[in-house]
């Protein structure tokens, strides 16, 4: 079946304006996670989504990031505002459920390059 | 503060050496222990994790509370296993927060 799927897979963005990534997690998946990959750092956990609901969103890093998800499916991390800074591969995963035996299957990312 | 630990960027092998990945930990509650890996123009997929206790495409990890290490090992490599690897670390938060290592490239030479 299909897998998670990313769009855009590149976005080159001017500094200071809005970009919107989106994420399409495997149907059925309750669980949808974001990442982030800057250059030479490990994937670092943004935020994640139980359903539509989004319970803690401490790791977005500024008040310029947000994501929703809507009815269960897809969700869109935006980030406003773009600095130098936010460039990075983006990640979004999915699983079955949130606890710790379900499997996190990813997609294959979105790059951000913020000119 | 919880951390997980890669430190080499880079391993070079000949095929049909061991093949060791190093990673260590730091978190104060129970650990669950992941790897994961990503081969070229491919996605990061689960390779393995502690709990299973299992071995996949030949490589076994095993959980070190002493050491606070959980190693990738593999007796004889080979050039599939060529790959970017990383270590991952669960945290106790009532979901499946993933703290990541910075990832190590595996490099198996014919």
């Known amino acids: 079946g299909a897998g998670v799927s990313q769009s855009p897979s590149n976005k080159v963005t001017e500094k200071g304006k809005d970009v919107e990534l989106r994420c399409d997690p495997i149907?059925?998946?309750?669980?949808l996670y974001w990442y982030r990959q800057s250059l030479g750092q490990g994937l670092e956990f943004l935020i994640y989504f139980q359903g539509n609901s989004a319970p803690d969103k401490s790791g977005l890093p500024s008040d310029r990031f947000s994501a929703e998800r809507t009815g269960g499916s897809v969700s869109t991390l935006t980030i406003q505002r773009t600095q130098q800074e936010d460039s990075a591969v983006y990640l979004c995963a999915s699983s079955v459920g949130l606890a710790v035996s379900y499997e996190q299957y990813f997609g294959p990312g979105t790059r951000l390059t913020v000119t | 503060a919880q951390r997980v630990t890669q430190p080499e960027k880079l391993l070079s092998v000949f095929k049909g050496a061991p093949v060791e990945l190093k990673c260590n930990y730091s978190?104060?509650?129970?650990?669950?222990l992941f790897w994961y890996v990503q081969y070229s123009r491919q996605r990061l997929q689960l390779l393995l994790r502690?709990?299973s206790r299992e071995s996949i495409k030949g490589f076994t990890a095993d959980l070190n509370k002493g050491e606070t290490s959980f190693h990738l090992k593999k007796p004889f490599a080979q050039e599939e296993d060529s790959a970017m690897y990383y270590c991952?670390?669960?945290?106790?938060?009532?979901?499946?927060?993933?703290?990541f290592g910075t990832g190590t490239r595996l490099l198996v030479s014919p």
């Open positions: 978190y104060s509650g129970s650990p669950e």
């Open positions: 149907s059925g998946h309750t669980a």
């Open positions: 991952a670390l669960s945290l106790n938060t009532g979901f499946q927060k993933l703290v």
């Open positions: 502690h709990i």
